[in-house]
């Protein structure tokens, strides 16, 4: 019989992996919390038309990425592709303006996207964001890039690019588009055919063609920092101040211009050198008119979102092995010494000790063999004249050492046994 294998561009995350997940997640939920962001949930699947009526038509998500499908009532859902359109349609429908402004959230989840699937490329794969909602002020835009700043270097990720640009407001937008196709179109029999395509529905993008001759070409196209208007230049100025004052070394790069239509103003990419061409690993920028677009009251609003798989795979070419947190191994033979075996290790458990119980009722030297590959700082041997005497036998593993304690009032030995434990670990 054939057998089922996961889908093209998803994956399984193992255990193995999953624990630098868990790392990334820790990390960020008290950066998060430090700066009092709230975690927000919001559905996997949505109206397609949230989907484009935000990011917009002639974007690739919308136009060739989106998992889109009729429910049994005939409805067009798509499961999300990002997660701003569902934050600010949530923000608009219970009314968190209502709870003062700004609003600071977080969030974390899968995301599809139809792609073709490579390395840090997938077409279920896992974002986590950061959206304030409520502001206009450049110190939002500082504090989001901040945050992320922080995210990135707790995670030992040094080796990073901040690039940071303005596409300013609308009005600057429309001019400088204006300027960049009647730049372009005399050239465009030689433009990639991706970019030809963009010429009429969305030029700006073309700006960010991998193609050598599209780029060459770009090289003397107008530049969009000369399109600012004086309140666009002077806003990007002061984040770029905000960003200095703080020591985030970030370059300007007039060239970037985000996939989605909703920006204005502030955006920016971090990127790392070490994922080939999937290279950023949390992209972001601000977008005040969108929560009007979808419906709700002027709002001004900045945030990101970054790949989880692009952290992870950094964050495994940066720590190989992650340490266990195991605590304690558990080891016995023998009717009585395997019943007192459990026992103890609930009694450890309760205690506040990670630990793993062997209940393979193989001899004790395989057991042994376990305990080694466990990553456990200890093992707890009960064999039969421990069982007799209700002692067991702790050995630390590194060491070698032993000791024998007794299995009552463990509690009574928690306390040392835990500043063992962490003398061992360091
Ligand atoms: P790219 O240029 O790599 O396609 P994007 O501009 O489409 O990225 P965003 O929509 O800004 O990406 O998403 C923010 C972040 O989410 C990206 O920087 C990346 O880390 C991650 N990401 C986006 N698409 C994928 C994907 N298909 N697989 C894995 N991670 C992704
Ligand atoms: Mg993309």
Not at 64 to 75: A, P, W
Not at 284 to 306: F, K
Request: aromatic share 8%; hydrophobic share 40%; glycine share 6%.
């Amino acid at each position: 019989m054939s057998r089922i294998q996961a889908l093209r561009g998803t994956r399984d995350i193992l255990p193995d992996e999953v624990s630098y997940w868990q790392q990334i997640e820790t990390v960020a939920r008290d950066i998060f919390s430090k700066a009092a962001y709230r975690e927000i949930r919001t559905p996997i699947f949505e109206q397609t038309d949230l989907f484009e009526r935000s990011i917009g038509e002639a974007t690739d998500v919308v136009g060739k990425e989106m998992y889109t499908f009729k429910d049994r009532g005939d409805r067009s859902l798509t499961l999300r592709p990002e997660n701003t359109a569902g934050v600010v349609r949530a923000f608009i429908e219970h009314h968190l303006q209502a709870q003062g402004t700004p609003q600071r959230l977080w969030y974390l989840g899968p995301m599809f996207r139809y792609e073709r699937p490579q390395k840090g490329r997938q077409r279920q794969f896992h974002q986590l964001g950061v959206e304030v909602l409520g502001s206009a002020d450049p110190r939002a835009d500082a504090e989001v890039i901040a945050i992320a700043s922080d995210l990135l270097q707790t995670l030992g990720l040094t080796d990073l690019r901040f690039a940071v640009n303005s596409i300013g407001n609308l009005d600057d937008r429309n001019q400088y588009r204006e300027a960049l196709v009647t730049y372009l179109t005399p050239y465009k029999p030689e433009l990639d055919a991706d970019s030809q395509d963009r010429l009429t529905r969305n030029p700006l993008r073309i700006l960010d063609s991998k193609e050598a001759r599209t780029q060459e070409i770009l090289c003397d196209a107008p530049n969009l920092l000369q399109y600012l208007s004086p309140e666009s230049k002077t806003r990007f100025d002061r984040v770029q101040q905000l960003l200095s004052d703080l020591g985030i070394a970030h370059t300007i790069d007039p060239r970037l211009v985000r996939g989605l239509d909703y920006y204005t103003h502030t955006v920016f990419e971090i990127q790392s050198d070490a994922l080939g061409a999937q290279a950023t690993v949390c992209a972001g920028g601000r977008y005040d008119g969108l929560v009007q677009e979808l419906g709700g009251e002027a709002t001004a609003a900045v945030g990101w979102a970054s790949g989880l798989e692009r952290l992870t795979l950094l964050l495994q070419t940066l720590q190989p092995l992650l340490p266990s947190a195991l605590d304690f191994y558990l080891i016995s033979k023998g009717d009585r010494a395997e019943a007192q075996s459990l026992q103890l290790a609930q009694q450890l458990r309760h205690l506040g000790f990670a630990v793993e119980l062997d209940v393979s009722g193989s001899a004790f030297g395989k057991q042994f063999k376990r305990a080694d590959r466990s990553g456990a700082i200890a093992c707890l041997v009960v064999g039969e004249t421990e069982a007799d005497n209700q002692t067991a036998q702790l050995k630390w593993l590194k060491s070698g050492e032993q000791e024998a304690i007794a299995q009552t009032d463990l509690s009574d030995q928690a306390e040392r046994l835990r500043q063992q434990i962490a003398a061992h670990r360091a």
